[in-house]
């Protein structure tokens, strides 16, 4: 059931961002996982840049053709609009969105690469309550479409490999259905 539409045998692409730079992360193995899990036609691509970005300056945030917009900037911005949704999954520090994650989407507020984005939100802290609201506070800043019924609380057993949660018939039942959601079209 894929609503969104790009043509026939051309997969929809959702482009995956993780709000944790740490190599065991949770948020990002749940992504990687999502990459793997996904239904035909939906292509989940990991986006790995975030760390990347310098510290959101507005006197550098240009249009996308300035050369003074960073490279890096430029890369995102590019990536979004190249996706048919998003798929963002982040921790929660001191109650709210971690810094790197932020600054990520300060860069996006003034393009037009994040209007009526689909978006997905998932959380694999179910117990962190405020970054999930603040990051969905500033989302509808950018008039993305955050779609609920894709946003899940998705808790991973500690310690578990990427395949062992490949193999996972709940987890990986509960990322496609979560995936076919973000790209399915009712409204
Ligand atoms: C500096 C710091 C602050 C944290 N603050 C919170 C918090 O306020 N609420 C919470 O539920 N978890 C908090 N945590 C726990 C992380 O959100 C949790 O370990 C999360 O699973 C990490 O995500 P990751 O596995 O993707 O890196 C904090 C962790 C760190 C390192």
């Not at 691509?45 to 050369?67: K, S």
């Not at 790197?100 to 690469?113: I, R």
Request: hydrophobic residues 50%.
């Amino acid at each position: 059931m894929v609503g969104l539409c790009r043509g026939a045998g051309v997969a929809l692409k959702i482009l995956a961002i993780s709000g944790s730079l740490r190599a065991a992360s949770s948020n990002s193995a749940v992504l990687r996982v999502a990459s793997r899990v996904a239904p035909m036609g939906i292509e989940v691509i990991m986006y790995d840049g975030i760390d990347r970005l310098p510290y959101f300056n507005p006197d550098l945030d240009r249009e996308f053709d300035d050369p003074l917009l960073p490279a890096s900037v430029r890369e995102l911005r590019a990536a979004i609009a190249a996706s048919d949704a998003l798929l963002i999954s982040s921790p929660e520090y001191a109650h709210g969105v971690p810094g790197v994650l932020k600054n990520a989407l300060d860069w996006l507020v003034g393009g037009p690469e994040m209007v009526g984005k689909r978006i997905a939100l998932f959380n694999t802290s179910p117990h962190a309550t405020h970054a999930q609201a603040s990051l969905a506070e500033t989302l509808r800043t950018m008039s993305v479409a955050i779609i609920a019924e894709a946003s899940i609380a998705i808790p991973l057993p500690r310690g578990e490999s990427d395949d062992a949660l490949v193999a996972s018939e709940e987890v990986s039942r509960a990322l496609r259905a979560a995936l076919a959601m973000l790209v399915a079209v009712s409204d």
